[in-house]
């Protein structure tokens, strides 16, 4: 029997997981200080589209209302540049996806999921920053809602994806759950969100928001609560084994009977990476496209370098 190597042995201590993960985390924490400040400002919006010209007979010129070409980046399909610049897009592009920060964070904490994405085929990205004086997520919530509305408004599309990190998944709960967003939101996506409330947010502190993601809180009772009318959106949570910010790790988890979800368990990566790591933000475009899967997706696949800790399941 061969003895083990010094570097078989090294990677098989139980706390070089943690240690490469708070590694990351240290790293992403790093440059987003740096990046913090390109996100304070509200993003402008971007320019009016030009209208999609019309033959006699009411259908479009760019397909007649045929589906969308296979290929991104060519024709009318996802992506392209006339399927991106004619108005109105639905049926020719993926659907806008709006993205929410947490806590006392900025929109600039999706700058590489946001690149991604538009590199393989969304034109229509938006980002919504909470306002620093917001103190309750349900108020969070309407201001969701009226931004949810303009962008329904400017793009044409009768539903949009959402994607929201910590906090941002709460008031995007909210919102579907209770002021009737499940019209307009076909996906939405949460990120190490405190589905069940988590520990780590001080009992007793003196800001509302961080009260309400504690377990038990009643704005966390109220998203318990049953759904008589059903719900049309879909939901997809990712929770990770090394989430420093979950106490428990699976509060993370979404459980409720009357949602349509899909936990997706993360390995080895921590709170503040999740929006950052390769392999959650190609599972994410998987799920937005509709082309997830149920097993385990490889740290090493080409999206994610071979040397990454991560892992999805």
């Known amino acids: 029997m061969r003895a083990p190597t010094a570097l078989s042995a090294l990677t098989a201590l139980p706390g070089l997981p943690f240690l490469r993960a708070a590694a990351m985390e240290a790293l992403v924490l790093t440059g987003h200080v ?141 919102y579907v759950q209770r002021l009737g967003g499940d019209a307009r939101i076909r996906t939405l996506i949460t990120l190490g969100t405190p589905h069940s409330g988590t520990r780590a947010a001080p009992p007793f502190s003196p800001h509302p928001l961080i009260r309400q993601m504690r377990p038990g809180s009643s704005l966390l009772r109220d998203l318990a609560g049953p759904e008589p009318h059903g719900c049309r959106t879909s939901f997809v949570s990712f929770w990770s084994d090394l989430d420093e910010l979950m106490i428990p790790r699976s509060t993370a988890r979404l459980d409720h009977p009357d949602l349509r979800v899909r936990n997706v368990h993360v390995r080895g990566v921590g709170h503040l990476s999740l929006p950052v790591d390769c392999a959650v933000s190609a599972r994410i475009r998987a799920e937005l496209a509709g082309e997830a899967h149920t097993g385990a997706l490889s740290a090493a696949s080409p999206e994610a370098p071979s040397a990454s800790p991560a892992g999805v399941a």
């Open 34 to 174: 740096l990046l913090y400040p390109t996100g304070v400002r509200d993003e402008r919006p971007p320019p009016l589209l030009t209208a999609l010209p019309t033959s006699p007979d009411g259908a479009d010129e760019a397909g007649g209302g045929a589906s969308p070409s296979p290929g991104p980046g060519t024709g009318t399909g996802p992506g392209s540049d006339t399927a991106c610049s004619l108005l109105p897009t639905e049926g020719r592009t993926h659907p806008p996806v709006l993205l929410l920060h947490g806590f006392v964070d900025n929109r600039s904490i999706f700058l590489l999921l946001r690149r991604a994405l538009a590199k393989h085929g969304w034109c229509h990205l938006y980002a919504l920053n909470h306002s620093l004086l917001t103190w309750d997520i349900r108020v969070a919530a309407e201001r969701l809602a009226e931004q949810v509305e303009e962008i329904c408004a400017r793009t044409g599309h009768r539903r949009i994806d959402l994607i929201g990190h910590s906090l941002g998944g709460l008031t995007a709960r909210y």
